[in-house]
């Protein structure tokens, strides 16, 4: 059974940094893609990044880019959200989510989805 | 980026009906739509990809249609346990993009 379970979520004050983790079990982790969505309090789901199966090729939403870095650890099956320069719009329940490629380019759809960890962006 | 536009954005229903949701985008992206399900205090739920492929688990009085820039997501029969919000997203260019959601509520 695939899980995906995402930890580092809390508390961080505008222009802080923090870092999401994503453990992976029950697939060959580094056979697919993986990626980031995130939802904020009350609001729709927004696309944030996606890496490839080997962590080479990263994409990721205008409104994150050049402050949120994707990376993995294939030996560690674990996905990472490195997040800086926070901002209150950036609070959100971020998702991790397996793709169904190893190629970002072929990835079509976000097949399993872990129960997200809340970020507060806040003074 | 490409515009992901749902509608209706919410609709009430009675068990048993049937229920059509659409989603244009503002481009054209083949069939590299799929449609998610999201309970409330729930992670979202794959239901379609390629636009008309049913995810394995998921039932067949879900179906989608369409490509190009129209699509559509038909429930069948409304059951109870389909009270939730359905969300469209295209992957056939970075950024990804959602829908911005369709509440199915109870009439």
């Known amino acids: 059974e695939v899980q995906l379970l995402e930890s580092g979520g809390g508390l961080v004050q505008p222009g802080g940094s923090l870092r999401l983790s994503c453990a992976a079990s029950?697939?060959?982790?580094?056979?697919?893609?993986m990626s980031w969505v995130r939802q904020a309090p009350g609001k729709g789901l927004e696309w944030v990044s996606i890496t490839d199966g080997n962590g080479d090729k990263t994409f990721y939403a205008d409104s994150v880019k050049g402050r949120f870095t994707i990376s993995r650890d294939n030996s560690k099956n674990t996905l990472y959200l490195h997040m800086n320069s926070l901002r209150a719009e950036d609070t959100a329940v971020y998702y991790c989510?397996?793709?169904?490629?190893?190629?970002?380019?072929?990835?079509?759809?976000?097949?399993?989805w872990g129960q997200g960890a809340l970020v507060t962006v806040s003074s | 980026d490409i515009q992901m536009t749902q509608a209706p954005s919410s609709v009430s229903a009675s068990v048993g009906n049937k229920v059509t949701i659409t989603c244009r985008a503002s481009?054209?992206?083949?069939?590299?739509l799929a449609w998610y399900q999201q309970r409330p205090g729930q992670a979202p739920k794959l239901l379609i990809y390629a636009a008309s492929t049913l995810q394995s688990g998921v039932s067949s009085r879900f179906s989608g249609s369409g490509s190009g820039t129209d699509f559509t997501l038909t429930i069948s029969s409304l059951q109870p346990e389909d009270f939730a919000t359905y969300y469209c997203q295209q992957a056939n260019i970075f950024p990804w993009t959602f829908g911005q959601g369709t509440k199915v509520e109870i009439k």
């Open positions: 481009q054209g992206i083949g069939t590299w």
């Open positions: 989510a397996k793709t169904n490629s190893l190629s970002e380019q072929l990835a079509i759809n976000l097949d399993h």
């Open positions: 029950g697939f060959t982790f580094s056979s697919y893609a």
